[in-house]
């Protein structure tokens, strides 16, 4: 069994990483793709941040059919309007502030909430717990990305920063 306060201490710190990241890469290299048919470093963060919200926010507005044909409005109805050029740290403060927004509206959910079976975009059926480890797995991934094109600029990630002041 997974415990909801241990999920969510642990989407937040897997969020903070990535908002770190973002901290973390030079004005000049929010624009950064490595190849011309990749997401941008911002986008990928923006993306981190949109579908994070958007999933959660439709799970909490108590949506149980993410397969329906409407499914990208609806989901586009939660995306963060951010300027195209807007800076790091306002991108990275709305990472923090939207999973810790959706986090606190999740631990006042009910146990029943999080086992009630849903069905996902490609038809699978889960719990809505399950869903929400889907989302924070999606974003591992994507954090992974940010993380790879901080060390195509030269630059150390957050995890192993931490790691090596651990290790001395």
């Known amino acids: 069994m997974v415990r909801l306060d241990w999920f969510l201490d642990s989407w937040k710190s897997t ?9 973390d890469m030079p004005a000049d290299g929010l624009d950064f793709r490595p190849q011309p048919d990749l997401m941008s470093f911002r986008e990928i963060a923006e993306h981190i941040l949109n579908v994070g919200r958007g999933l959660t926010g439709m799970l909490l507005d108590g949506e149980t059919d993410f397969s329906r044909p409407d499914f990208p409005e609806k989901l586009a109805r939660y995306a963060l309007p951010l300027a195209p050029d807007c800076g790091s740290l306002l991108l990275a403060g709305e990472m923090r502030r939207l999973v810790e927004q959706d986090c606190r509206a999740l631990a006042s959910q009910p146990p029943e909430f999080f086992s009630e079976i849903i069905t996902k975009f490609d038809g699978a059926r889960l719990t809505r717990l399950e869903m929400l480890e889907f989302i ?23 995890t192993t920063r931490r790691k090596r002041a651990r290790n001395g």
Do not use: S
Not at 144 to 157: E, N, S
């Open 15 to 23: 969020r903070a990483d990535a908002a770190q990241a973002v901290e």
């Open 136 to 158: 924070k797995d999606h974003e591992l991934a994507h954090r992974a990305q940010l993380f790879l094109y901080l060390r195509l600029k030269g630059i150390v990630p957050p």
